[in-house]
């Protein structure tokens, strides 16, 4: 539980250097590798499921962690660049319990942060 400060500080850096509209297409001959990816839905996706992993195995120190550490890193790299805000929004949630405080919290931080960010 003491990384995932790290873990978001991490991901918060990469979306943060990510061109959202970059495709990857893989090497080989396979019928998987003739699809492309997008770079950044494929970054949103591991980290919603890593934030649903930790969040089943401990919700109160996950959410604790994320509405001290995450939103922050989150919240900014969303407001620097509209593109990468729909995509990241459903990240915001994927943290924190299906409870309505829990994301009036969410909603609280967001706010904290951003008043002081503008």
Known sequence: ML????LLKFFGQ????V???ISSK??????RSNNSVNIFNLMVETLTMIANRLLNHDPQSTELFFLEYGVQELCYVMADNVLK????????YCFVQGTNNSHLRVLKKLAEKLGTHL
């Open 14 to 17: 990469a979306f943060k250097n």
């Open 85 to 92: 805000l729909s995509e990241m929004s459903v990240l915001l």
């Open 26 to 31: 893989g090497s080989g001959d396979n019928e």
């Open 3 to 6: 990384d995932i400060p790290d």
């Open 19 to 21: 061109n959202c509209t």
